[in-house]
């Protein structure tokens, strides 16, 4: 831990008028003018970085877009949001067929992330993208369901795997699933180990997926609000492509008006996530939602709400800054392991991919051709970590 008891120590970030437009209108009140000049171009500029356009689209009408923004910003957010919109309605329509072939092969999933919160009604339509589904089966079925999307003609994806789902399965259309055999962060009150379906289903955790049929779930509330807080958090923490922003959106969204009670449900499910790391969440959201953020000092403060906020606006803004949040990702993994162990195998995953996956990457089927695969992932990796180890130099990362 660093500074106020979290795991960052970010740097310094102005609020702009453009960045507390950004932050307002994707999270605040939006009845009313914005106030003050405003650069239209550098506050969409500043939406996409954060991962805010879209949002800000679902919640904002027209009218005052045009207004605030200047025509030409508030057409291309608009039409940036419209082919975001065009893009989840593709993988949503996904869902009924999943949950169709859960219902064929008498198999339970519990739909998680953008999944479960598009099932639970929780989602304005347009204001979250998604890359793939998530759902959460028992081992023995993921690995039953994941044969039997192969045979249907799903591919294996490239996308690296991990210990907590099987290889990313793509269909004919370009959508992408993601078979999770536990949630990392997510544990049953008093236990430590990252929950799967069965400890969730004894727990009393999981409940009925509305129109889906008897073999679709959703997590219940509060270990759904404690999923995403350590999703975002703890297992991305801005340290790729996953944006903070989107799990404080999510939690905002989950818990309207009751934050803090609601984050101190969701606290005895986390595993990995800090109590000030839940504070300062709780009391960002807030925030946020109230439109509040005239008290912030993002420079100076040392609070963790203002740290929390600079740490998300760094990690978007600042190439350094997120460069180093790579490397203490990598060295403080999210793990219900001991740390060394969970290292040791993200790096062997990293270094040595299987070979499907460098097939599926770079092509090449001879034994010839695998080795020469081998070779050249090998060189691009040992390049790829002297960038990290070097931008975390000069980046002065925690």
Same mark, same amino acid.
């Given at each position: 831990?660093?500074?106020?008891?979290?795991?960052?120590?970010?740097?310094?970030?102005?609020?702009?008028?453009?960045?507390?437009?950004?932050?307002?209108?994707?999270?605040?009140?939006?009845?009313?003018?914005?106030?003050?000049?405003?650069?239209?171009?550098?506050?969409?500029?500043?939406?996409?970085?954060?991962?805010?356009?879209?949002?800000?689209?679902?919640?904002?009408?027209?009218?005052?877009?045009?207004?605030?923004?200047?025509?030409?910003?508030?057409?291309?957010?608009?039409?940036?949001?419209?082919?975001?919109?065009?893009?989840?309605?593709?993988?949503?329509?996904?869902?009924?067929?999943?949950?169709?072939?859960?219902?064929?092969?008498?198999?339970?999933?519990?739909?998680?992330?953008?999944?479960?919160?598009?099932?639970?009604?929780?989602?304005?339509?347009?204001?979250?993208?998604?890359?793939?589904?998530?759902?959460?089966?028992?081992?023995?079925?993921?690995?039953?369901?994941?044969?039997?999307?192969?045979?249907?003609?799903?591919?294996?994806?490239?996308?690296?795997?991990?210990?907590?789902?099987?290889?990313?399965?793509?269909?004919?259309?370009?959508?992408?699933?993601?078979?999770?055999?536990?949630?990392?962060?997510?544990?049953?009150?008093?236990?430590?180990?990252?929950?799967?379906?069965?400890?969730?289903?004894?727990?009393?955790?999981?409940?009925?997926?509305?129109?889906?049929?008897?073999?679709?779930?959703?997590?219940?509330?509060?270990?759904?609000?404690?999923?995403?807080?350590?999703?975002?958090?703890?297992?991305?923490?801005?340290?790729?492509?996953?944006?903070?922003?989107?799990?404080?959106?999510?939690?905002?969204?989950?818990?309207? $008006? %009751? +934050?803090?009670?609601? #984050?101190?449900? *969701?606290?005895?499910?986390?595993?990995? =996530? @800090?109590?000030?790391?839940?504070? !300062?969440?709780?009391?960002?959201?807030?925030?946020?939602?109230?439109?509040?953020?005239?008290?912030?000092?993002?420079?100076?403060?040392?609070?963790?709400?203002?740290?929390?906020?600079?740490?998300?606006?760094?990690?978007?803004?600042?190439?350094?800054?997120?460069?180093?949040?790579?490397?203490?990702?990598?060295?403080?993994?999210?793990?219900?392991?001991?740390?060394?162990?969970?290292?040791?195998?993200?790096?062997?995953?990293?270094?040595?991919?299987?070979?499907?996956?460098?097939?599926?990457?770079?092509?090449?089927?001879?034994?010839? $051709? %695998? +080795?020469?695969?081998? #070779?050249?992932? *090998?060189?691009?990796?040992?390049?790829? =970590? @002297?960038?990290?180890?070097?931008? !975390?130099?000069?980046?002065?990362?925690?």
């Amino acid at each position: 831990m660093t500074s106020a008891g979290l795991p960052f120590t970010p740097p310094a970030v102005a609020l702009t008028q453009e960045l507390r437009w950004v932050l307002g209108r994707a999270f605040g009140p939006t009845q009313g003018p914005w106030r003050g000049a405003l650069d239209g171009a550098e506050a969409l500029r500043l939406a996409g970085a954060l991962c805010l356009a879209d949002r800000i689209g679902a919640r904002v009408a027209p009218p005052p877009l045009l207004a605030e923004l200047g025509r030409e910003a508030a057409l291309s957010l608009s039409a940036g949001r419209l082919a975001t919109m065009a893009r989840m309605r593709r993988l949503i329509a996904l869902i009924p067929d999943l949950a169709s072939l859960a219902a064929a092969e008498g198999v339970p999933v519990v739909l998680v992330k953008f999944a479960g919160l598009h099932a639970g009604g929780h989602l304005a339509e347009g204001a979250r993208s998604a890359s793939d589904l998530d759902l959460l089966l028992r081992p023995d079925d993921a690995t039953r369901a994941f044969e039997t999307l192969r045979g249907r003609g799903w591919l294996v994806s490239e996308v690296m795997t991990a210990d907590h789902h099987l290889p990313p399965l793509l269909d004919d259309k370009g959508r992408l699933v993601e078979l999770h055999t536990h949630l990392p962060g997510l544990a049953v009150p008093g236990t430590r180990r990252f929950a799967g379906f069965d400890a969730l289903l004894d727990a009393g955790a999981l409940e009925p997926a509305p129109g889906l049929g008897p073999y679709v779930h959703l997590l219940r509330r509060a270990p759904m609000v404690a999923h995403l807080v350590a999703h975002g958090l703890a297992h991305h923490g801005g340290a790729d492509a996953y944006p903070v922003t989107r799990m404080l959106g999510d939690v905002i969204d989950l818990l309207p $008006g %009751r +934050l803090e009670a609601g #984050l101190g449900e *969701a606290r005895e499910w986390m595993s990995g =996530v @800090s109590a000030a790391e839940v504070e !300062a969440v709780a009391t960002l959201c807030e925030a946020l939602e109230n439109g509040a953020l005239e008290g912030m000092d993002t420079v100076n403060g040392g609070r963790p709400a203002e740290l929390l906020l600079r740490h998300v606006l760094a990690g978007a803004l600042d190439p350094g800054y997120r460069s180093g949040l790579v490397v203490a990702h990598v060295l403080r993994p999210l793990t219900d392991e001991p740390r060394w162990w969970k290292m040791l195998k993200t790096v062997r995953r990293a270094a040595f991919p299987p070979r499907a996956q460098l097939a599926a990457r770079m092509g090449g089927a001879s034994r010839g $051709g %695998r +080795l020469r695969r081998r #070779l050249a992932h *090998a060189a691009a990796f040992a390049g790829h =970590v @002297s960038r990290l180890a070097l931008n !975390a130099i000069r980046g002065h990362p925690s």
